[in-house]
């Protein structure tokens, strides 16, 4: 904190001490961490927005907050906050970017944590490389939820370019569209009709998948309160494991490209995903 001398200036007041965060990204996908562990942080949906906001706060993608765990055999529990306030259930970049820095702390090579999608295994891959378990995926229409029964494999509705996705939840929900040609894909344009559709009543992630080879995808996704992502984890995880449910290949590890980079997702024989890719570290500050 930078220190002044001149008494005429309110410095205490324009400059208060602070809740100290680290802000990270995984795949340009950017993340104000808070260690709530020993200092209990719930936030209000207002102190969210602004948080997140480049104008007037730090600038986000998501909030992540680090708590105790209940469990015993994970090191902590970690929450998730969309850009407009909602806790959501995952994010596969951000669980990357909290994994690395309690491996770090802990001087550990592997650690487990606790999220509203369950117990997931995280390793250290490499420098700055992490591999992290990401729950079980599932096409249950129940679960992802959908407001109807549905053929979730074919779901049947389209908006222009998109059509007839695969609807699957790894804790949040995906509608992943297949599609032969990306780059003619405008997702900023159609994927809010898909968002907000009455199918939906939390809202659905959207991807746009393009099958490149037996064991490559390119995806762009449209996100649940943040909109046109650089990098979405969870939304690759569902994009494999759509393209396994469609038979579109059979190869249960594949590279997914998006535009900021790449991530290697694995679907287990239990339905589970795990996903390696990178993480960095941006700065810290206080809130």
């Not at 490499?126 to 992802?144: A, P, Y």
């Not at 909109?227 to 190869?251: E, P």
Request: charged letters at 20%.
């Amino acid at each position: 904190m930078p220190q002044h001398n001149n008494t005429n200036q309110p410095w205490n007041e324009t400059w208060p001490p602070g809740r100290p965060f680290l802000k990270m990204h995984g795949l340009h996908n950017h993340f104000v961490i808070v260690d709530g562990r020993t200092d209990v942080y719930r936030p209000q949906r207002d102190e969210i927005i602004r948080i997140c906001d480049p104008q007037i706060g730090v600038g986000a993608d998501q909030l992540v907050i680090i708590e105790p765990s209940a469990d015993d055999t994970a090191a902590a529990f970690v929450r998730f906050y969309n850009v407009d306030g909602p806790e959501i259930e995952a994010c596969g970049n951000a669980t990357r970017c909290v994994a690395w820095l309690l491996l770090e702390e802990a001087n550990a090579d592997s650690i487990r944590l606790e999220t509203r999608n369950g117990l997931l295994d995280c390793d250290r891959t490499g420098e700055l490389e992490v591999r992290c378990g990401m729950g079980r995926l599932t096409m249950d229409w129940q679960k992802i939820p959908l407001t109807e029964e549905r053929d979730t494999c074919h779901l049947g509705i389209e908006n222009g370019l998109l059509r007839d996705p695969v609807a699957v939840s790894i804790g949040n929900p995906h509608a992943v569209f297949f599609v032969h040609d990306l780059d003619a894909i405008d997702l900023e344009e159609m994927a809010p009709a898909i968002l907000n559709h009455a199918l939906f009543p939390n809202q659905v992630n959207v991807g746009a998948a393009q099958l490149m080879a037996d064991d490559t995808l390119r995806l762009s996704v449209f996100e649940r309160g943040a909109g046109l992502t650089t990098a979405c984890g969870s939304g690759a995880c569902a994009a494999v494991f759509a393209a396994l449910a469609r038979g579109l290949t059979d190869v249960r590890t594949m590279t997914v490209e998006m535009p900021a980079g790449s991530v290697s997702v694995e679907i287990l024989a239990d339905g589970s995903a795990t996903m390696t890719g990178p993480v960095a570290f941006c700065f810290s500050g206080c809130l």
